[in-house]
């Protein structure tokens, strides 16, 4: 079952819409994990994603509970809807690889405001009026995929990050700062990539790949909780993230992979 709510943050000064997504036994008397879905639109439903294909993530919350009992509540957040609106909402960091000219009149105050309204705006509402543990993973891909991570190390709430195809190139000197300081071992990170990924085509294929994996080498060699996957084939879309969703899901819980494709 999914609920749908509205929520004013007061930092971002705007209203935001969430998707809640119900686990069937959601009405027994237990508590549920949680899954924040950043770019939310397109986590649950085709009809409401922005190119009409989400990442079905309902699907895969429910396999978890199915076959190893881990029963997930997925909050999935909207971003802003434009272009240069979620620009400025996922983007911690100034961008210094910018494709177009407009990108160089990014605000990361914007960014920081909506962190600051999911931690102490949108989790604590979500645990006040449903029935969820602290244990909370935080999930975005491309410019989200930055987002998550920002989110993921600077605040001490999520105990892992699903990273998927990380735009971090754009702003590559801030980010290998940002973790010098700010990298958490202990919090898994779980990082996917396409081999064939160019986005809207302005940077080269292997932009992705390589920011991903000096990503994995980096994490690793500070003996952090990390798992790369890379699919030669993959390109920038939801229907490509979709299939490492349940691998990310379980790498939450589980060291091993506990699924057959």
């Not at 991903?212 to 060699?221: G, I, W």
């Not at 939450?252 to 699924?259: G, R, V």
């Amino acid at each position: 079952m999914i609920e749908y709510i509205k929520l004013y943050l007061p930092k971002s000064k705007k209203e935001v819409k969430i998707e809640i997504s119900l686990p069937r036994a959601y009405h027994m008397e237990t508590s549920f994990d949680s899954v924040y879905f950043l770019d939310g639109q397109n986590a649950f439903k085709d009809s409401h994603a922005a190119y009409n294909r989400a990442i079905r993530a309902t699907k895969y919350m429910g396999y978890m509970a199915y076959t190893v009992n881990q029963k997930i509540l997925g909050i999935a957040i909207h971003n802003a809807g434009s272009d240069m609106g979620r620009i400025n909402e996922y983007t911690p960091f100034p961008i210094t690889n910018a494709a177009s000219a407009e990108w160089k009149k990014q605000d990361v105050s914007i960014c920081h405001a909506f962190c600051e309204d999911l931690v102490h705006v949108i989790i604590p509402y979500i645990e006040n009026r449903y029935k969820s543990t602290k244990r909370r993973f935080i999930y975005g891909s491309s410019l989200a995929a930055m987002t998550a991570i920002y989110l993921g190390y600077t605040y001490d709430v999520f105990q892992g990050i699903g990273a998927f195809s990380t735009a971090t190139f754009l702003c590559k000197e801030s980010v290998d700062a940002f973790l010098e300081k700010h990298l958490k071992p202990e919090v898994k990170l779980f990082l996917y990539v396409g081999r064939k990924e160019s986005s809207d085509g302005s940077y080269d294929q292997q932009l992705y790949y390589t920011t991903s994996l000096d990503l994995y080498h980096y994490a690793q060699q500070r003996n952090a909780k990390v798992r790369l996957v890379v699919s030669d084939s993959g390109t920038h879309n939801e229907a490509t993230w979709e299939d490492q969703l349940l691998d990310f899901l379980s790498f939450m819980y589980f060291d091993n992979i506990i699924y057959h494709r």
